[in-house]
């Protein structure tokens, strides 16, 4: 299938692997971007999350040539000014390190100059639609309405994308991440987020212990997920402002942060220690969902 004569104009060539152009690309399985202020945006589905996001936006696509007649109608959607880099597959395994079997790639930023993805400035920008701040975020969840999530120390690229897709199936509000926990916008954590990370809501790298202050100061409820929860989640309905917080598997969540929160269990069979902490966020968000 032949591209259409506008986005015939609007593809670059790239046949060196050490072209300059593709930089942001190179050996991306090992280089954190994020922490320069940009990420990889990986798989058409993705690339959509992206495409609608207010937050986030492309500085430039990196496709395998075989995919591009396949991608017209979505690559319409990209801005102008954004360029498209198209390579055969061996020029671009080269550059991103491995085998890209999705065979599309995208580098983004976050719209709001000068900060990291997920920074923590004092303002809201009008084009990203999100306060900056820790409050600012927490008031701006609690006016939406629906459940946030908040993970504390969750270190697993994997678990922190799976939380990300199942809050946003059943209608979170937002996700807060404390410093601990992993970035969203790793690449891995977009994959498995499905892109969701890019048009969910999210705050992340403020202490655990802030986090929780600033949750009741911004009228949220906390529930703290535990095997020792004191009530059981079938006891649980849906109300306003509640803040679902997360621990990792292994130590779970601070003693000091339990006993600010109401604390609710998941009845299992015995001899079942606990639930992968993205499956367990799924089954209380969904009951949320059902109860709301």
């Given at each position: 299938?032949?591209?259409?004569?506008?986005?015939?104009?609007?593809?670059?060539?790239?046949?060196?692997?050490?072209?300059?152009?593709v930089a942001d690309y190179r050996d991306i399985r090992d280089r954190d971007l994020v922490?320069?202020?940009?990420?990889?945006?990986?798989?058409?589905?993705?690339?959509?999350?992206?495409?609608?996001?207010?937050?986030?936006?492309?500085?430039?696509?990196?496709?395998?040539?075989?995919?591009?007649?396949?991608?017209?109608?979505?690559?319409?959607?990209?801005?102008?000014?954004?360029?498209?880099?198209?390579?055969?597959?061996?020029?671009?395994?080269?550059?991103?390190?491995?085998?890209?079997?999705?065979?599309?790639?995208?580098?983004?930023?976050?719209?709001?100059?000068?900060?990291?993805?997920?920074?923590?400035?004092?303002?809201?920008?009008?084009?990203?639609?999100?306060?900056?701040?820790?409050?600012?975020?927490?008031?701006s969840s609690r006016r939406k309405g629906g459940p946030l999530v908040v993970a504390i120390g969750l270190a697993n690229h994997d678990n922190v994308g799976?939380?990300?897709?199942?809050?946003?199936?059943?209608?979170?509000?937002?996700?807060?991440?404390?410093?601990?926990?992993?970035?969203?916008?790793?690449?891995?954590?977009?994959?498995?987020?499905?892109?969701?990370?890019?048009?969910?809501?999210?705050?992340?790298?403020?202490?655990?212990?802030?986090?929780?202050?600033?949750?009741?100061?911004?009228?949220?409820?906390?529930?703290?997920?535990?095997?020792?929860?004191?009530?059981?989640?079938?006891?649980?309905?849906?109300?306003?402002?509640?803040?679902?917080?997360?621990?990792?598997?292994?130590?779970?969540?601070?003693?000091?942060?339990?006993?600010?929160?109401?604390?609710?269990?998941?009845?299992?069979?015995?001899?079942?220690?606990?639930?992968?902490?993205?499956?367990?966020?799924?089954?209380?968000?969904?009951?949320?969902?059902?109860?709301?």
């Amino acid at each position: 299938m032949p591209v259409s004569p506008s986005l015939a104009a609007r593809i670059v060539g790239i046949a060196d692997p050490g072209d300059p152009r593709v930089a942001d690309y190179r050996d991306i399985r090992d280089r954190d971007l994020v922490a320069r202020g940009g990420f990889i945006a990986e798989g058409t589905v993705v690339l959509d999350h992206l495409l609608r996001s207010t937050r986030f936006r492309p500085t430039s696509l990196f496709l395998l040539k075989s995919r591009v007649a396949g991608l017209d109608a979505r690559l319409s959607r990209v801005p102008p000014d954004v360029p498209i880099y198209v390579a055969e597959r061996p020029v671009m395994d080269q550059v991103a390190g491995f085998a890209v079997h999705r065979g599309v790639l995208a580098h983004a930023m976050d719209r709001r100059a000068g900060d990291a993805p997920g920074g923590t400035g004092a303002d809201t920008d009008r084009d990203a639609g999100e306060p900056r701040d820790l409050q600012g975020f927490l008031e701006s969840s609690r006016r939406k309405g629906g459940p946030l999530v908040v993970a504390i120390g969750l270190a697993n690229h994997d678990n922190v994308g799976a939380i990300f897709r199942n809050a946003a199936a059943f209608g979170a509000s937002g996700v807060v991440l404390d410093a601990t926990s992993c970035h969203p916008l790793y690449r891995k954590a977009i994959r498995v987020a499905v892109g969701t990370s890019l048009t969910l809501p999210f705050h992340h790298g403020a202490p655990a212990d802030a986090i929780v202050e600033r949750l009741e100061a911004s009228g949220h409820h906390p529930l703290a997920l535990s095997p020792r929860g004191r009530r059981r989640l079938a006891e649980m309905t849906g109300k306003p402002g509640l803040a679902l917080v997360l621990g990792s598997e292994g130590g779970g969540l601070p003693e000091r942060l339990m006993r600010r929160a109401e604390t609710v269990r998941i009845e299992m069979a015995p001899g079942i220690d606990s639930l992968n902490v993205a499956t367990a966020a799924a089954i209380v968000l969904a009951r949320l969902y059902s109860a709301a």
